[in-house]
């Protein structure tokens, strides 16, 4: 008897640890889709609608860009801010240059700030959403295009926010540092691959 209840409770255990290792890998996916359908800690709306048209209120957006140590490339915006009408669709773009003698593949992650104001800025295309290779002191150039909801000047919240920053931080891609046997210092990404949640 005693036996059997030892097999059961090992059993248990087992399927415990299955459970919690499984929970633990989802974790990273689930967490960006939360985030980025609430706007939650300052994730701009993905993919979205193209903008409702130009309202006569502005709101200036600012641009950042920094780069993991560990990525040998120098990433900067085109325009430091941009004043855009509420609503209006806006193009912007940053500038790449891979600063080393081999192939690097990099993937960008991305936030805006004040972090209340995610729900309300919306990126429908993006160098973001996908990993970027750069040959041997390419440069390139990364556009994106965004709007910002009106709805940010009724939110009571939001509604004394002039200015927005949006920025990007490249890191290697996983998959670039595994090749190079740079895993381990490939940088603090969020999820497993650019693609994991899209």
Partial sequence: ?????????????????????????????????????????????????AGPGATNRSITVRFNATTSPNLPWRFVPNETAVTVKLGEDRLASYVGQNRSEHAITGVATYNVTPEKVGRYFHKTACFCFDEQTLAPKQEMQFPLSFWVDPAIAADPDTRDVRTITLSYTFFRSLDDAARNGNLAKAGPHVGARADASR
Avoid: D, H
């Fill in 1 to 49: 008897m005693k036996s059997r209840s030892n097999t059961l409770m090992a059993g248990i255990l087992v399927l415990s640890i299955g459970a919690m290792a499984g929970l633990s890998f989802a974790a990273v996916p689930l967490y960006r889709v939360f985030c980025e359908a609430t706007g939650y800690a300052g994730t701009p709306q993905l993919r979205g609608a």
